[in-house]
C-alpha cells in the first residue's frame, strides 16, 4: 500500500513528530511505501529521512497548505494518514478539492479531541474523514457520543526519544529535582499558527 502520512516532520520533537517519525518507520518495515509531508518542520524542498521522502511545506504552511493536492497527485497514496488536530482543515479542502475528488484516497486521521462535548469546527471535518482515529480514551468516548465510529490507538511516548517510568529517577537527578517534589510539565510547542 501506497501510505502519504501528514504531520510535523519526523526530526521534530513534537508530539504529532516524534509519533509520525515512530508510525512511518513502522509502516515502512512493514512493506508498505511511506511518503511523509511535513506540514511544520521542512521547508524550501524535498529531503530523504530514513529512506522515506519528506515533503515540503507549500507557500502558505501549516496544516491545511494547499501544496498537499499535489503531493497527492504525484504520490498517488492509496491512504492519506494524518496526525495533527482536524479542526486546522475546516473550510479547507482535503485532501482533496471538490473538482479532483474522483483521485481523493481514503483519509485515516488520528486525532485529539480536546472537548467535552466535540467542537463543531471538529464535527465539520470529521464528517469527512474516512477513518477517524482518536488518540485518546476522551477522544474516543466524545467521538462515539457524536455518532461517529472511531478507532482508538493511543498517542504514545516513543521510547527512543523520551524518559520510560524506568527512567524518571536519573530524569530528577538530571534537572535536580528531589524525588518527594511534584513535577508539573506543560506542552512547550503549541505556540504560533495553528496553535491549541
Not at 138 to 150: D, S, V
Amino acid at each position: 500500500m501506497k501510505i502519504l502520512v501528514v504531520s510535523n516532520a519526523p526530526w521534530a520533537k513534537t508530539g504529532y513528530g516524534t509519533q509520525g517519525a515512530s508510525l512511518a518507520k513502522r509502516l515502512q518495515a512493514d512493506g508498505h511505501y511511506v511518503a511523509y509531508m511535513c506540514n511544520y518542520g521542512l521547508q524550501g524542498g524535498n529531503v530523504t529521512w530514513n529512506g522515506i521522502p519528506c515533503l515540503t511545506n507549500g507557500l502558505e504552511g501549516g496544516y491545511a497548505d494547499p501544496i498537499v493536492h499535489g503531493h497527492i497527485r504525484t504520490i498517488q497514496p492509496d491512504l492519506v494518514l494524518t496526525i495533527f488536530d482536524v479542526w486546522a482543515l475546516l473550510r479547507r479542502e482535503f485532501p482533496m478539492p471538490k473538482a479532483l475528488e474522483h483521485i481523493a484516497p481514503r483519509w485515516a486521521a488520528w486525532i485529539p479531541i480536546d472537548h467535552s462535548p466535540v467542537s463543531a469546527s471538529n464535527l465539520e471535518v470529521v464528517q469527512r474523514i474516512t477513518y477517524p482515529i482518536s488518540m485518546s480514551r476522551h477522544g474516543h468516548e466524545q467521538l462515539n457520543t457524536a455518532g461517529f465510529t472511531n478507532t482508538y490507538i493511543p498517542h504514545g511516548v516513543e521510547k527512543d526519544v523520551y524518559f520510560t517510568s524506568a527512567g524518571r529517577k536519573e530524569f530528577r537527578r538530571l534537572i535536580e529535582l528531589p524525588e518527594d517534589a511534584i513535577l508539573f510539565g506543560s506542552v512547550g510547542l503549541n505556540r504560533n499558527y495553528p496553535n491549541r
